[in-house]
């Protein structure tokens, strides 16, 4: 039998088994479809059954397990159906009045197990709330925001990470509720659903939460972190100190509202000059020995890259990750990009990117919209080819900044070595990298096929305020 033939005759199988469960749940209510599980049989078994020689009919907390297990298995599997009515069993009531309070205990626990395993896979807060709403919604973020709360309190504060605590009050993850015996009943009247919804949602976050993919620990667990240790502390990593941050960013809020091309390029240019002069006299320090032995290295920190228009705005990123010495990971599947680099250079990116996103993104809402000689739209292709080529052309303009800023602070600073200096830099990320993620590979962001959009966003790009790394040596004040 052929590939394809086997492949059909699956699709077939799968279809008819599927449909087999709908008539079972149609004509018989509450009966347990088959799926090969024999997690649940206890729901199935008649009285007499039950009484049978041989059968012990699970505790209230096994049969509750067997539900939760059997939900995510089935939804991991692309079967919703069968999670709702895993739901539907749970949120049923039994003759026992304790039923409802094993249930949440246990789906409770398990939510909180799945997120210290998240922890554990190179997950952080705010990445593992937002997966949960980019798979569900918004509600579904909510109640993954509570189980993270939850988890976070097994830990005391001097022993998590900064930047762990930051996306903690981002998100605004406190323990609201008054116990955990009755979380989910407050949980419910919060957001005015039933029972079986609410079930049914915390099955979902279950789902998502423990399946996790691996992505690398880019910080220090909780429970290990030590305060001003290594990379754990934001200044004595090399990053920007909250100061020159601000004033960055009130440069760049100031370029993206002018409606003045030419006032955008000075402000902008002020900004990335201070980025820049901050990232170099790192650089110098770091080589000189000022710094504690090992704590001017290499870092990462993730990026979210949404759609539409995904690849191009990774395009984006990645050139300006490049003409700052750092380098991009991009985890197509999970919308955000791991960036590898020195912390004042992962600064600068993260800055720049964000504002340059916010100008591609008003230029392309200016461009308006787009249909060919039959009145059909090609906006979307038109915008893909304009977001691509604005990356491109920037990309190029920021190359040759970089070069130009490198080689000015050179003959500013004869008596310096600066370019092996940078050189070495360029190398340990490159180690980060591959100690990292041993197997990449490399994918094309897609064809360009508008010639209109690939024009119109080279013409942006010109004109965007991107002009930084002119001036390395001057006032900082």
């Known amino acids: 039998m052929s ?35 024999q997690a649940a049989d206890w729901a199935t078994r008649s009285p007499q059954e039950s009484a049978g020689p041989g059968y012990s009919r699970p505790s209230e907390a096994a049969q509750a397990e067997q539900l939760v297990s059997q939900a995510v298995h089935s939804q991991f599997y692309g079967d919703p159906d069968e999670l709702t009515w895993c739901a539907t069993q749970l949120a049923a009531r039994p003759a026992s009045p304790s039923w409802q309070r094993t249930v949440d205990s246990v789906l409770l626990a398990s939510l909180l197990r799945a997120v210290t395993a998240g922890w554990r896979q190179g997950w952080q807060p705010a990445e593992l709330v937002r997966q949960a709403g980019r798979q569900f919604s918004a509600r579904h973020s909510r109640l993954a925001t509570d189980a993270v709360a939850a988890e976070m309190r097994g830990y005391a504060a001097a022993t998590v990470d900064e930047r762990w605590l930051a996306q903690l009050a ?28 609410l079930l049914a949602c915390a099955l979902e976050v279950l789902s998502v939460v423990s399946t996790l993919p691996e992505l690398g620990t880019l910080c220090p667990l909780p429970g290990t972190a030590r305060r001003g240790a290594g990379a754990s502390d934001p200044k004595s990593a090399g990053s920007v100190d909250q ?54 290295l290499p870092s990462a920190r993730r990026l979210f890259v949404d759609n539409p228009y995904e ?17 991009t990971i991009w985890h197509r599947q999970l919308g955000m990009c791991t960036v590898f680099g020195f912390p004042a250079d992962l600064d ?24 060919d000689a039959y009145g059909r739209s090609r906006t979307r292709s038109f915008r893909q080819s304009f977001l691509t080529s604005y990356a491109q052309r920037i990309g190029e303009r ?8 490198e080689r000015q602070a050179v003959a500013d600073s004869p008596e310096v070595n600066l370019l092996p200096v940078l050189s070495a830099r360029h190398r340990a990320v490159d180690d980060a990298v591959d100690e990292m993620f041993p197997e990449l590979t490399q994918h094309s962001v897609g064809a360009v096929n508008d010639r209109e959009g690939w024009i119109s966003g080279r013409a942006a790009a010109d004109q965007a305020s991107l002009h930084g790394r002119r001036q390395l040596v001057g006032d900082t004040t």
């Open 3 to 37: 590939k394809a033939n086997r492949l059909r005759r699956q699709a077939k199988l799968k279809a008819r088994e599927k449909d087999r469960r709908q008539h079972d749940r149609a004509g018989q209510g509450a009966h347990r479809p088959s799926s090969g599980f």
């Open 170 to 197: 981002a998100l605004e993850a406190t323990a609201w509720w008054d116990s955990d015996n009755v979380y989910f009943g407050q949980w419910r009247d919060r957001e005015r659903i039933d029972r079986t919804t």
């Open 243 to 296: 100061r020159s941050l601000g004033r960055v960013r009130a440069l760049l809020a100031k370029a993206e509202s002018t409606e003045f091309p030419e006032e955008a390029e000075a402000l902008t240019s002020r900004a990335q000059e201070l980025m820049t002069r901050h990232s170099i006299d790192d650089a110098l320090l770091a080589a000189a020995g000022s710094r504690g032995a090992g704590k001017s």
């Open 311 to 327: 690849a191009a705005k990774v395009l984006l990123l990645d050139v300006v990750a490049g003409a700052n010495r750092c380098r």
């Open 348 to 371: 600068a990116v993260e800055l720049l990117f964000t504002s340059l996103l916010v100008q591609a993104t008003t230029a392309t809402v200016q461009a308006g919209s787009r249909r």
């Open 398 to 405: 920021l190359a040759e900044a970089a070069g130009t800023a």
